[in-house]
Every structure is written in structure tokens, then in C-alpha cells.
């Protein structure tokens, strides 16, 4: 993925929480749901953990990270443009 032109390095849940934010500007996720949507696993993953997942993305991929709303107490969004 690039940024401004330049190369990032995503993680493969960066990638599949990107791709499921970009699918639906706009749309407010819930953390459950992107949970859901980046780890196909049955082990029980903390809501929160979305959390430092989503600071760890928007710090990768810089400026564009402001795009990313927090919905407090709800989960995330991208902003539509």
C-alpha cells in the first residue's frame, strides 16, 4: 500500500480493518464488528484491542490517519471525502 506515494507496511489486520473501514465511508463500525471482520478466530480477542490496533494503523499510514474517526463509545469510521 502507499501513502502519499510512499510504500507503508500493514500488518494483514491492518489491511482487513482498512479494507472493511474504505468499504463503507461513512459507516460507524462497532469494535465487536471489526473484531469480527479482521480475526477469524474463536479466541476470545478484547474489544479494546481494536483500540491499539487503530492507533497503530493510523500512526502507519500518517496524515491519512486522520480520516479514521473514534465514534466514542461506539467504534470507528472513515470519514467520507
Do not use: C, W
Amino acid at each position: 500500500m502507499k501513502v502519499a506515494g510512499q510504500p507503508v507496511a500493514l500488518t494483514h489486520t491492518d489491511f482487513l480493518i482498512l479494507q472493511l473501514l474504505a468499504g463503507e465511508p461513512g459507516r460507524v463500525f462497532t469494535r465487536r464488528q471489526i473484531i469480527d471482520a479482521a480475526h477469524n478466530t474463536d479466541v476470545a480477542i478484547s474489544e479494546r484491542s481494536v483500540d491499539v490496533q487503530i492507533v497503530g494503523l493510523r500512526r502507519k499510514i500518517g496524515p491519512a490517519g486522520r480520516y479514521i474517526e473514534t465514534v466514542r463509545g461506539v467504534g470507528y469510521r472513515l470519514k467520507e471525502i
